[in-house]
């Protein structure tokens, strides 16, 4: 009987989607610059680990498609 393995790289990508999403509600419904300023921050770091969580699923995409 074979297990189901939850993939790292998917729980990390949605982990940062949810943060993005959260950090744009913020931003959206926030009254206080304090709480724009905080929702920024995050939507920046959420963006930049999205881009660069893409990048690695995508090269090792291609490197299994390379090296069967």
Known sequence: ???KRINLNCAVFCILFIALMSAISTVIFSEKPLND???FSLMFF???GLCLNMSYIFMNTIRDICNP
Do not use: V
Request: zero cysteines.
């Open 1 to 3: 009987m074979q297990t």
């Open 37 to 39: 300023h905080f929702g």
């Open 46 to 48: 959420a963006i930049i």
